[in-house]
């Protein structure tokens, strides 16, 4: 770059030369296409399981990349019929529904303690959730398949409950509390002289200041749960309580005869995140972002 | 943080009637009693189903259990075997091959949010959609990219239909190539997030030291290598231990739906192996074994990433 005197000249006073404006628009253009690859690999699974699931078979195996010729509705009947993905939904709903309302007041209440009050050994409770954070839980699915078949709940939707409340509890505590924490202490004081209590000072003064933060964590945990696999998988083996990704996980659908049935499904199945997607993104990204850049 | 002026024992009119020191002793127990009763459901739960659990794994490991009758202490048979248990080994060789592909996972995000940062046309756009499959479930990706990827699906027919026959293959059926094509699904599955995370930490960048660099004649790339990378460092750690973590533990939904682990056992995984060993093979004992060795090889590879982040730090 030394042996160049205009374009240091240049650069220094903020300009650019004319072969410098060639090389940046070449690049951009560059940039710009491989993005544009990216966003249709991205939005590319949308297209095709639309297209997939109102289309007839034969039609498919003439191009399956192409445009729809020959529309149906039958593949959308048959997932609700063969694989009902309406029940697998309700079923779903049964379990997290229930699991992302009492994470969300565990949460509350926990986030709370540790930020608002002072006790012995604070510091560490908070140690804790952090390092339960990043604790897998993979790696104790055996002990906690154990605590639940012991506990008489395997099959139980209660029992799923409890496990996703108590997987997705540090991770919510550990996100409430960095936003009570900028709840003014001032404000707090200021009710209890006014004579409020504990719970009254967390319903009247904490929530509806942290209410964005509680927008992000229902929907994030929402989002997580509705998604979730595994433990699902584990936990609820009967036929009968299966939630919606075990049960699309499990339908036979290889065959290309059930490809616009499984199409269908996936698509009704992401119904619930594209929602999400479109009408929270903001809130999820601020989720996503404020354990990492703080 | 102390503020014992927030808690108290009854309202102020109460105060006066008490002694002093009476009233300090109630004060410090409703200090510690009202957090305690706050944190009490939490506590509970962790305990229960996440605390217990861990310690319970390492006990289970060192028995064999079917699931249905009290689990047997079997001392260290269980790690004896998992030493010569070809499948188990084969496992943690993919796992770490995964591993193996971090620079990407990292690289490929943080290049992505420059290019959004630079606001490229449809910057805006862009984040939107790479952000759509982080959003979509394991078991939909997987299951969507089964049919995408058959011989006869879409992939290879748009290959052969812009006469590009030749690169059309058995993605999913190929010993060679299956664990590739998983690897490129999961960085495609998880990269927007990163995007995000990246965008909001160069948001908040320092720009008065980047300026300054520049004023001193510091070239884009030095200004990269010098600047932009040291601030950025604590996002890129955080970013780094949750691909890792991620890696090890969350690609089982992926294999049971895409590959069952196949062709043969090449795309078996430690988080897929442990599973059917538990759940098709009736080993739980040895599948807590498992569990506990994916932890330990978790912060085994964490630790040296880490170490290996920092090392460039100190040696600035």
Redesign the interface.
């Known amino acids: 770059?030394s042996g160049q005197p205009d374009e240091?000249v240049a650069?220094?006073f903020g300009g650019v030369t004319k072969a410098q404006r060639i090389r940046r628009r070449g690049v951009?253009a560059a940039?710009?296409l491989i993005?544009a690859a990216?966003?249709a690999?991205?939005?590319y699974?949308?297209f095709?399981?639309t297209a997939?699931a109102v289309r007839t078979t034969d039609d498919y195996?003439d191009?399956?990349?192409g445009l729809p010729q020959d529309l149906t509705f039958e593949n959308i009947d048959l997932a609700f019929s063969e694989v009902e993905v309406g029940r697998l939904a309700i079923n779903s709903l049964m379990v997290v529904v229930p699991a992302v309302i009492i994470i969300t007041?565990?949460?509350c209440?926990?986030a709370?303690?540790?930020v608002?009050?002072?006790?012995?050994l604070?510091r560490t409770?908070l140690v804790?959730v952090a390092a339960?954070m990043?604790?897998?839980?993979?790696?104790?699915?055996?002990?906690?398949?154990?605590?639940v078949?012991d506990a008489d709940l395997l099959n139980d939707r209660l029992g799923l409950i409890?496990?996703y409340?108590?997987?997705l509890?540090?991770f919510s505590?550990f996100l409430l509390a960095s936003f009570m924490r900028s709840v003014p202490?001032e404000l707090?004081?200021a009710a209890?002289?006014d004579?409020a209590g504990?719970l009254r000072r967390l319903w009247s003064v904490v929530i509806p200041l942290v209410r964005p933060g509680l927008l992000t964590l229902v929907t994030l945990n929402f989002?997580f749960l509705?998604?979730?696999?595994?433990f699902s998988?584990?936990i609820l083996q009967s036929e009968a309580n299966r939630t919606i990704?075990v049960g699309?996980?499990q339908f036979e659908?290889?065959g290309d005869k059930n490809?616009g049935i499984?199409?269908a499904g996936?698509l009704l199945?992401?119904i619930p995140?594209?929602l999400?997607?479109l009408f929270f993104?903001r809130d999820?990204?601020r989720g996503?972002?404020s354990?990492?850049?703080k | 943080m102390a503020r014992p002026e927030i808690t108290t024992s009854g309202g102020p009119a109460l105060v006066e009637r008490r002694s002093a020191a009476r009233g300090r002793w109630r004060r410090r127990a409703a200090d510690i009693a009202i957090p305690l009763l706050l944190l009490a459901p939490a506590i509970v739960l962790l305990g229960w189903l996440m605390i217990w659990p861990l310690g319970d794994a390492i006990r289970l490991a060192f028995t064999s259990w079917d699931g249905f009758s009290a689990p047997q202490g079997i001392g260290i048979d269980n790690f004896e075997e998992l030493l010569d248990d070809s499948r188990f080994k084969e496992s943690l060789l993919h796992n770490l091959i995964i591993a193996a592909t971090l620079p990407i996972w990292v690289a490929v995000p943080y290049a992505i949010a420059w290019g959004l940062q630079a606001k490229i046309w449809g910057w805006r756009f862009f984040r939107l959609a790479f952000f759509l499959p982080a959003v979509l479930s394991p078991v939909v990706f997987g299951l969507y990219y089964g049919l995408v990827l058959k011989p006869d699906g879409p992939l290879n027919s748009a290959l052969r239909s812009i006469g590009l026959g030749g690169l059309a293959r058995e993605w999913l059926n190929d010993p060679g190539l299956t664990l590739a094509v998983v690897i490129a699904i999961l960085i495609w599955a998880i990269f927007g997030v990163g995007v995000l995370i990246f965008l909001s930490a160069l948001s908040s960048l320092d720009r008065e030291v980047i300026d300054a660099a520049h004023v001193d004649g510091a070239s884009g790339w030095q200004i990269q290598r010098h600047v932009v990378f040291w601030q950025l460092l604590p996002v890129i750690e955080f970013w780094t231990i949750l691909i890792i973590i991620v890696s090890f533990t969350s690609v089982f939904p992926l294999i049971y739906t895409l590959t069952q682990g196949g062709p043969g056992f090449s795309t078996y995984t430690v988080d897929f192996d442990l599973y059917q060993e538990a759940f098709t093979g009736g080993n739980l004992g040895y599948a807590s074994a498992i569990g506990v060795v994916l932890l330990v090889v978790i912060a085994i590879v964490a630790g040296l990433t880490m170490a290996l982040l920092r090392a460039r730090r100190r040696i600035r």
């Open positions: 770059m240091a650069r220094r951009r940039v710009w993005f990216l966003a690999s991205t939005l699974p949308l095709f399981l997939t195996r191009s399956p990349a007041v565990v949460a209440l926990a709370y303690a540790l608002h009050f002072s006790f012995p604070r409770a804790v339960l990043a604790l897998p839980p993979v790696a104790i699915l055996i002990p906690i398949f154990k605590v078949l409890l496990v409340t108590a997987l509890l540090p505590i202490v707090l004081n209890m002289i004579g504990t989002l509705w998604n979730e696999f595994i998988l584990v990704m699309l996980s659908g290889h490809l499984v199409a996936l199945s992401m995140p594209l999400i997607f993104q999820l990204a996503l972002t354990g990492a850049v």
